[in-house]
């Protein structure tokens, strides 16, 4: 059944035309190499956009893939994404992306601007959010900055009237800061369904990324981001670029496996 479903979702991806412009996600960029998974020392990550900038790649604004989200034949654009607006990632990448000319957009937790990152379990307040004040500055800087909600919670966990507010609310805060709209948003954790994806629009939201989605065709509030790792090699982050049936099949190996990790934990508690 697996490999069925594993095969399916190859296939639906699997034509030149159905492949869209893909986003390539990080989340910590420090200074040193750490067991942290979701970190990326400095150093890998200049040579991974160095890479990507020798094979002619050139990094999409919102706008540019809100309008047009497909990859032309031969095209080589592509989308930088940071999760959780860390002021440690800037700090280690704003250079970097100076020097290869790259845009990125930033996805803004609102209620931990210039906070410690208590909401996040495995390293709770460790690392610092960036503050109001820079990501003002930065954003006069040319780098976007998009909405991942305003406290980081699953959203499927959360009502209707729960999950607007922490749409909408994240939404106007930022554009009241910025003077800009925001039009994109990560979700957290990667977790939505057709019901956020509908609260997300009518919170006036162009564009819903999430991480570790496995699309079965182009849903502009249910984009595809690619995790970039400590481990990802030339030839992953080449796959990933373009979305190639090998990456795809090891991304949905992943999600399944950890299905099936999360059904059985369930499957036990009932047991208990
Ligand atoms: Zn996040």
Redesign the pocket.
């Known amino acids: 059944m697996i490999l069925a479903r594993l095969n399916e979702e190859r296939g639906a991806l699997g034509t030149p035309e159905s492949k869209t412009i893909p986003i390539l996600a990080y989340h910590k960029i420090t200074s040193h190499l750490s067991l942290d998974p979701d970190s990326m020392p400095m150093s890998m990550f200049d040579k991974q956009l160095r890479f990507i900038h020798g094979m002619g790649y050139r990094a999409v604004k919102t706008e540019e893939l809100i309008e047009n989200p497909f990859q032309a034949s031969g095209g080589k654009k592509f989308m930088l994404a940071f999760?959780?607006a860390y002021e440690t990632t800037v700090r280690n990448s704003f250079h970097i992306l100076k020097k290869y000319n790259f845009s990125g957009i930033i996805f803004v937790i609102t209620g931990y601007m210039g906070k410690r990152n208590y909401w996040d379990t495995r390293a709770r307040g460790k690392f610092k959010h960036l503050t109001e004040a820079q990501i003002k500055r930065l954003s006069k800087t040319g780098l976007e900055f998009g909405s991942?909600t305003v406290n980081?919670e699953n959203l499927l966990h959360l009502t209707n009237e729960k999950c607007y507010r922490e749409l909408k609310d994240s939404k106007e805060h930022l554009e009241n800061m910025l003077g800009k709209p925001v039009l994109a948003l990560s979700y957290?954790?990667g977790k939505q369904n057709e019901r956020i994806q509908e609260i997300a629009r009518k919170a006036g939201y162009k564009l819903g990324v999430c991480i570790h989605n496995s699309m079965r065709k182009y849903n502009p509030m249910a984009v595809r981001s690619w995790g970039i790792y400590p481990w990802d090699t030339r030839a992953s982050v080449r796959g990933k670029l373009v979305q190639s049936g090998f990456e795809q099949f090891k991304l949905n190996f992943i999600k399944l496996g950890s299905e099936g990790a999360a059904l059985l934990n369930a499957c036990l508690r009932r047991n208990d």
């Open positions: 999760d959780d991942h980081h957290p954790f």
